[in-house]
C-alpha cells in the first residue's frame, strides 16, 4: 500500500469518527433513547452501538471496498488491510451519563497496527495517529509522560469477567506494594490513550478484545511509548492482554502484571 493510500486512510477515518462522534453524543444527550441491554456480566449494550457501526462499515465499504471490518457487534474477518471498530467503548459509562467514552477506528496492514483514530466527543477530542507520523490530540502533538519511578507512577488497570477476579486482585495489590497509583476509568481505549498523552503512566489489562486497543495501540507507540505484542497468535480474533507504559517502567510493570 502507497503512502498516499495510506494518508487517504487516516483522513477518511478522522472524518468519519469525527461524524461518528456526532451521531453517538446525539444518543448521548437522549438517555430514555438508549435502550439499554445486557450482553454478560457488565457487558453493556445501547442501541448507539450498533447504529455508529452499522454507519462506520457502510462508509468503510464505499471509501474502500478491498478492504475487510471486524467490530465488536457485528463481528468480521481479518484480512491484510483490515479495520477494526469499537462503536463506543466504554458502553458502561455511556448508559450511566459518564463522558468517559469514545469511538474507536484502527487500521492493520499486515497485521501491523498502522492508524488509530479515537474520538472522546463528550470531551470534546480526538486522537489521531500513523505509524511514522507521531501522535496527536485535537492536532496538538502528544508525548508519554516519561516517567521512570514506580513510586511515583499513576496506572490504570482494567477488568474483565474472562479473568477470574483474584488474577486482578493480586496485581492490584503487586501495583500497591511497588508504591503506584492506581485508577479505573472503564474505557480501555481511552485509558491508552491517557498514557499516550501522559495523563497516566500505563495502562494494563489481564483480557482484552482487539476493537478495545487496536486504535490505542498505535497512537501510544506515536507518543513514544511502549506495548506488547498484542497481536501475537490470536489477538485479532481471540484477544489478549495489554501492557502499554512509557518505557522507562516497562520492566517492572511487566512483573506486576504479569504481561510482557
Known sequence: ???????????????????????????????ESLGVTMKGTQDWLTVADGAVEDFLRAR?????????????????EASDAVWI??????????????????????FLLNREPTIGVVAAPALDELYVAQRGQGATLNGQPIAVSGADDIRRAYIELGWSARIPSQRYLDMIGRGYAAGCSIKRGSSGTLGLCH???????????????AWDVAAGIVIVSEAGGWANDFFAGD??????????????????????????
Open 195 to 209: 498514557v499516550a498523552n501522559g495523563r497516566t503512566d500505563a495502562y494494563a489489562e489481564l483480557h482484552i478484545n
Open 1 to 31: 500500500m502507497t503512502p498516499a493510500e495510506l494518508m487517504l486512510r487516516r483522513y477518511a477515518a478522522q472524518g468519519l469518527v469525527a461524524e461518528a462522534g456526532r451521531m453517538a453524543l446525539d444518543y448521548f444527550g437522549r438517555k
Open 235 to 260: 489477538g485479532i480474533s481471540k484477544g489478549n492482554p495489554i501492557l502499554c507504559c512509557t518505557p522507562a517502567l516497562a520492566s517492572q510493570l511487566s512483573e506486576i502484571t504479569g504481561i510482557s
Open 60 to 76: 468503510l465499504a464505499e471509501l474502500f471496498p478491498g478492504d475487510t471490518v471486524i467490530g465488536e457487534e457485528g463481528g468480521g
Open 85 to 106: 471498530l469499537d462503536p463506543i467503548d466504554g458502553t458502561s459509562n455511556f448508559a450511566r451519563g459518564d463522558r468517559n467514552w469514545c469511538i474507536s477506528m484502527g
